[in-house]
């Protein structure tokens, strides 16, 4: 009895912990659904109205700083169009054709996002240096700072409301287009800076400066972007606090003497869980499975939306299963 309660609270440590929020596979998969298909309808609503904002301001300012702006929020748009579409697919059901589910497809449209950024980031240098060579007065600054002022004001409720998807989902598509918004919001202030300066300095290349930062920016969201796909869709283990958790789930039982070959992934709002629990040889088959199922159903209970594969095995046999290169004790890179 004492050893049980020695092994209880390591997993109840682990659910308190802060990190452990925002992680896939928490919710059902039909509450994260309708989580994410709220937000990327308020994505959508907001990157049309900054996009159309823009347009408008940029017709009468001219600014190059207010065309980087401009430029990001129709990427924004584009990527939050993509993630409209990538969450609804990603939320499909499994079945005999796709049997992990259509997870990833938040990855590739993440991948998407990344491909539009560099390509306008390319754009954005080459007009701001034409600017820098031959710059051209701003007209209308005062007006353009009141709606850069308001565009970031909208954008700020956005990104809390992203936020607080993010960290009931865990989703990689709201996650990468959050990214966008992020790096708008900033986007914004640092034009406003620079309209500020041109139009009271004698700085007259000040917005075209900014605009060099701008596509800078652009490229790194890029990179930030792309990391989060990438480490979906090469199947990167999850979090080492993630795995000590499921690993503290399994031996709440002190009939599992040991968790082996763990393998975890994350894929959309699914997660996948593979190990092998260490059991007494003397047990019948019928009470292993039974310890198999109630470890089960203590990480479904946990991660509703996860698919777990376990594997029972006698703790007096060395014997080694499957392919060694994909053994747990390989090294990490």
């Known amino acids: 009895m004492t050893q049980s309660k020695t092994r209880e609270k390591p997993a ?14 928490r919710l059902a998969p039909e509450e994260s659904a309708r989580i994410t298909r709220r937000i990327t309808i308020l994505a959508v609503t907001i990157g049309l109205f900054l996009a159309l904002g823009k ?3 940029y017709r009468e300012t001219g600014s190059v700083g207010i065309l980087s702006s401009l430029v990001h929020s129709g990427l924004d748009l584009v990527g939050a169009i993509s993630t409209f579409a990538a969450v609804r697919y990603a ?17 590739f449209s993440a991948v998407f996002q990344v491909c539009l950024i560099v390509f306008a980031a390319s754009h954005l240098l080459e007009e701001a240096w034409e600017r820098m060579l031959s710059p051209e007065p701003i007209t209308q600054s005062g007006f353009a700072i009141t709606a850069m ?42 034009v406003i800076i620079g309209l500020l300066l041109t139009r009271y300095t004698p700085f007259e290349r000040a917005d075209t400066i900014v605009g060099i930062l701008m596509a800078l920016w652009l490229l790194y969201t890029a990179y930030r972007v792309a990391s989060i796909a990438w480490s979906q869709l090469l199947d990167r283990e999850l ?26 992934r994350a894929s959309g709002p699914h997660i996948h869980i593979q190990m092998r629990l260490d059991l007494d040889e003397a047990l019948s088959l019928s009470d292993a499975h039974d310890i198999v ?17 376990i594997h029972p095995h006698p703790i007096g046999c060395h014997a080694t299963h499957g392919n060694v290169r994909f053994r747990e004790d390989m090294p990490s890179v």
């Not at 199922?293 to 946990?302: C, D, G, V, Y």
């Open 12 to 25: 109840l440590d682990a659910m308190d912990k802060p990190l452990m929020r925002g992680r896939p596979g």
């Open 55 to 57: 347009v408008l301001v």
């Open 91 to 107: 939320a499909r059901p499994p079945n005999a054709t796709y049997r992990f589910g259509r997870g990833k497809a938040e990855s």
């Open 239 to 264: 979090p080492d606090a993630e795995r000590d958790m499921i690993k503290a789930l399994a031996l709440q039982d002190p009939r599992v003497r040991d968790v082996q070959d763990l393998r975890t």
């Open 293 to 309: 199922l109630s470890a089960e159903k203590r990480m479904m209970a946990a991660y509703q939306a996860a698919d777990i594969l």
């Open 149 to 190: 002022l308001v565009f970031i004001a909208i954008t700020t409720w956005l990104l809390i409301a992203q936020s607080w998807a993010i960290r009931a989902t865990g989703s990689v598509a709201i996650r990468g287009d959050r990214a966008h918004y992020l790096a708008d919001l900033l986007g914004n202030a640092i």
